[in-house]
């Protein structure tokens, strides 16, 4: 399927995705491969669309939640209960590369789009389908969002100050996640097909997804059988590793090594700290890293963030400063990598946004269609499926 309104030169021009997604999980791996040139047309409900639409704060009326997640799309509703509309949802079909839904499972086999269905009729489709908790085991059939799959899945129980309630982690990592393992997974099976001709069904859960981020939690538990909690923002297995304070604010010391911890010492002229039995290694600065960072913040506090920063950097420490949202859309890094976008409501207000950070050769994501109001594109779609 050609779409002559969009030329996309991107590493993904001429796959063609059909999305049935809604919210967060979905639209992200969608987002991901229209950024990458794919054509993505997202199949919405009628009168209600997606229903992130109704989701704030709101922009001229629209959704900015909607916005930030599916530019680079186009939009048609279809209600696929309906006849004439199962009739131009397979049309898309016929010459579609991806089909991504994220309903709960069994959604779409009492649609009659079982993956055994879709593979007979297309056989080089690839069907992704992200869930909360997969197409099989005994949770299947749950729902979920973001913050069921956190807390089931640990990464809440790791997020926090010590002794502090169950905390989210500040962005919704559940979704994100899954929808970052569903590109993934569905670039590889293109891949796959190329090999072999087929299609295959790409199957993601939210709880596989954060299980898979626990990083070495798992293998920490494992050796010496102690449930991690919450440490703050320190690292478990490094230490210096932490966020300090400094005269003016916050900074980041990560000295990940002990060549690197005495170098530390010698720059906070801290000739002490290298001769401390208690700190003399990795392992025994971890275990004494509350008197450790006593120690290295009644230095850090007698000048302010930037002295210390560019005293770090300067001799090879990785820092950083400790930035707040605003900050971070000030940084002159974040805009030489022209990581914020620019997109539009339909009334011409504009919306900043993330951009994508996958950069391949010269090749950088950037704003082709706006995201797209309810039912934009029907009738460029229908045109081109030969369909009144």
């Known amino acids: 399927m050609s779409n002559s309104n969009v030329a996309k030169l991107g590493p993904l021009s001429g796959i063609t995705v059909v999305d049935l997604t809604r919210v967060l999980a979905g639209p992200y791996c969608t987002l991901l491969m229209a950024d990458l040139g794919a054509r993505v047309i997202k199949v919405e409900q009628p009168n209600i669309g997606d229903d992130s639409r109704q989701i704030g704060p709101f922009i001229d009326g629209e959704s900015a939640y909607f916005m930030s997640i599916n530019r680079n799309k186009e939009s048609i509703a279809l209600d696929l209960k309906a006849e004439a509309d199962k009739k131009i949802f397979e049309s898309l079909l016929e010459t579609a590369d991806v089909l991504v839904e994220n309903f709960r499972p069994g959604t779409m086999e009492k649609l009659g789009y079982s993956w055994e269905v879709l593979h007979q009729r297309y ?4 069907f992704t389908s992200v869930s909360g908790f997969g197409q099989t085991g005994p949770y299947s059939k749950r729902p979920a969002y973001d913050m069921v ?5 640990g990464i809440m129980s790791l997020t926090g100050q010590p002794g502090g309630p169950p905390t989210r982690v500040g962005v919704s990592i559940g979704d994100l996640g899954a929808g970052l393992y569903a590109m993934i997974g569905t670039q590889a099976a293109l891949l796959q097909r190329e090999r072999t001709g087929m299609g295959e069904q790409v199957d993601v859960a939210m709880l596989d997804c954060q299980v898979a981020l626990l990083e070495n939690s798992i293998a920490r538990y494992e050796v010496d059988k102690r449930i991690p909690e919450p440490i703050g923002s320190r690292h478990p ?3 210096p590793f932490d966020v300090f304070k400094a005269k003016d604010g916050w ?4 000295a990940g090594n002990d060549m690197l911890f005495q170098r530390l010492c010698n720059i906070l002229n801290l000739p002490n700290l290298k001769t401390d039995e208690r700190f003399s290694t990795n392992p025994l600065r971890c275990e004494h890293h509350d008197q450790l960072k006593v120690e290295l913040e009644k230095r850090l506090q007698e000048e302010a963030c930037k002295h210390w ?12 400063e ?5 900050q971070v859309l000030e940084s002159p ?22 951009g994508n950070p996958i950069h391949i050769g010269s090749f950088v ?8 109001a309810l039912d934009q594109d029907r009738h460029e779609i229908m045109k081109e499926l030969n369909l009144d």
């Open 322 to 326: 400790y930035n707040n949202l605003a």
């Open 237 to 239: 297995s490094i230490t």
């Open 333 to 354: 890094q974040i805009h030489e990598r022209e990581m914020l976008l620019d997109v539009f409501s339909a009334n011409g207000s504009k919306l900043t946004v993330a």
């Open 309 to 320: 920063i560019d005293l770090l950097m300067e001799n090879n420490i990785p820092t950083g």
């Open 149 to 153: 799959v956190q807390a089931m899945g």
């Open 365 to 372: 994501s950037k704003v082709d269609r706006n995201p797209p």
């Open 251 to 254: 900074m980041v010391v990560a």
């Open 123 to 126: 056989p080089k489709l690839v």
